[in-house]
């Protein structure tokens, strides 16, 4: 099993849809996740991080339930210049080295 | 705000020739990566550097080499290409300073033919 699971979509939404990625992850003592955001042919950028009791910024809520090993990310209203390649990572280390995993990639597309 | 800069931005390689690529951030961090990422298969930790002069393997070190040559420069070497190292790289960096996002340079294109 990958330390990090997620669907590789594509998911193919209309402009204004609300959808939600999942991400699953293996290791019980991962101590923090993050969404990134990876447009084609450029570097990952952090979208947010997601903590236990949830966080919202704008559109994106992200979501973790640390019983199922899951995270999700959740976008309203979804505008063409969301579609992007979504990234779950996951971290067990702690201070200053990022001990993480970044998943596959959720490939969205929003159409018009 | 240069962030983290990598260089270079595409190159062709012959089975069997070496090459280094350069990565330098200004934002003081400590910890600094290296990853490759092909299709498919996410990304992947090929080295990382905790602090400087330390480095430490990733999950997929053989064939690449690196050098924390100080605290802002992090260079990974190919010392003989192999057409299995066509791959886009990218370097990072992170620092508990900076709340541990990680950084990332715009990747380098390498194809070795």
């Known amino acids: 099993r990958k330390e990090v699971e997620q669907d590789p979509g594509p998911f193919n939404v209309p402009e204004g849809a609300t959808v939600a990625f999942n991400c699953t992850y293996s290791?019980?003592?991962?101590?923090?996740f993050f969404w990134y955001r990876q447009d084609c042919r450029k570097e990952p950028k952090l979208l947010m991080s997601v903590y236990s009791s949830g966080n919202e910024d704008g559109r994106f809520t992200a979501q973790l339930n640390r019983a199922s090993q899951y995270i999700s990310l959740l976008i309203r209203d979804s505008k063409l210049s969301d579609s992007a390649t979504y990234l779950c990572v996951v971290n067990k280390g702690s201070g200053g080295y990022q001990k993480v995993t970044f998943g596959t990639g959720t490939k969205l597309q929003v159409i018009p | 705000n240069a962030g983290v800069t990598q260089t270079p931005k595409f190159q062709v390689l012959k089975t069997g020739q070496s090459m280094t690529l350069q990565c330098a951030q200004d934002m003081n961090h400590n910890s600094m990566y290296w990853y490759r990422q092909d299709p498919g298969m996410g990304l992947r930790l090929i080295y990382y550097s905790a602090s400087e002069g330390t480095t430490d393997k990733g999950e997929v070190p053989n064939g690449y080499n690196v050098s924390r040559l100080n605290k802002r420069e992090f260079s990974l070497r190919l010392e003989s290409a192999a057409p299995s190292q066509t791959s886009v790289y990218f370097c990072?960096?992170?620092?508990?300073?900076?709340?541990?996002?990680?950084?990332f340079g715009e990747g380098s294109w390498l194809t070795v033919v």
């Open positions: 990072a960096s992170s620092d508990v300073g900076s709340g541990n996002t990680i950084y």
């Open positions: 290791n019980s003592a991962s101590q923090s």
